[in-house]
């Protein structure tokens, strides 16, 4: 793509050539990078593997293009850690130690391309102990404005209980998950398994109550990075022992 035929404001790391990423690199325009991590992984009977993935994804770009140009999104970590889930053939699940160095690579090469705001956003529950039991030590190999969070949890509480039907999230396929696949991607949801199976929850979602959670969430998330940007949302790196 000529820099004639680019859009100035293209959130996605890998639609650029080199030259196009140098040159916003070295303009200065590109401040902060959203790296989203996820899985693979069984949803029920009735939503795609690739839930996870897709959400956090589509989070992650809506985010960043409320804040072009100065963000952009790495590749989707789209294999979690999801060994509680091994059970139901299809399910595609990494080790927490191999799973977190593709992480801190993934990090540490953003890093070396200039940024130092650097926020992994997540989209998937079995990911979340692993990297909080070793992010004061990614923080502290980096020294850089680190952080880690799953975009459920900038859900604010008014807007899911005004939404959810059963007041539960994030869960697992249910009534939240359900809503957000409803309104973000219909042709991963199969209404006839809704129905036959023994968890009733997902019947309580609607594509109206997901649209709306997901533009909160979309909101919150862009000024989560807009204040690691402006450096009002800034990581505490962990104190080195001395």
Not at 98 to 105: A, E, G, H, I
Request: proline residues 5%.
């Amino acid at each position: 793509m000529s820099e004639s035929n680019r859009q100035p404001s293209e959130v996605l790391l890998h639609k650029h050539t080199r030259r196009e990423f140098r040159e916003r690199m070295q303009s200065g325009e590109l401040k902060a990078c959203i790296i989203p991590v996820a899985a693979t992984e069984q949803h029920l009977e009735h939503l795609a593997m690739e839930h996870d993935w897709r959400s956090v994804m589509l989070v992650a770009t809506e985010a960043a293009r409320l804040l072009a140009p100065e963000v952009i999104v790495a590749p989707s970590m789209n294999i979690g850690i999801s060994e509680h889930h091994m059970k139901h053939p299809g399910t595609l699940s990494a080790l927490p130690g191999s799973w977190l160095s593709v992480l801190f690579d993934t990090i540490r090469s953003m890093h070396q391309a200039g940024f130092d705001n650097i926020l992994v956003l997540n989209g998937h529950g079995g990911n979340i102990a692993p990297c909080l039991g070793m992010w004061g030590q990614f923080q502290q190999r980096l020294e850089i404005n680190l952080q880690f969070e799953s975009y459920w949890n900038l859900l604010p509480e008014e807007v899911a209980l005004a939404n959810l039907k059963t007041k539960r999230w994030p869960g697992h396929a249910q009534e939240f998950e359900t809503a957000f696949a409803m309104a973000a991607f219909p042709e991963n949801v199969r209404i006839d398994a809704m129905q036959d199976q023994e968890d009733r929850e997902p019947l309580e979602a609607t594509a109206e109550a997901g649209q709306k959670m997901i533009d909160e969430i979309v909101k919150q998330v862009s000024q989560y990075v807009a204040g690691m940007i402006d450096g009002t949302n800034v990581a505490e790196i962990p104190p080195f022992h001395t």
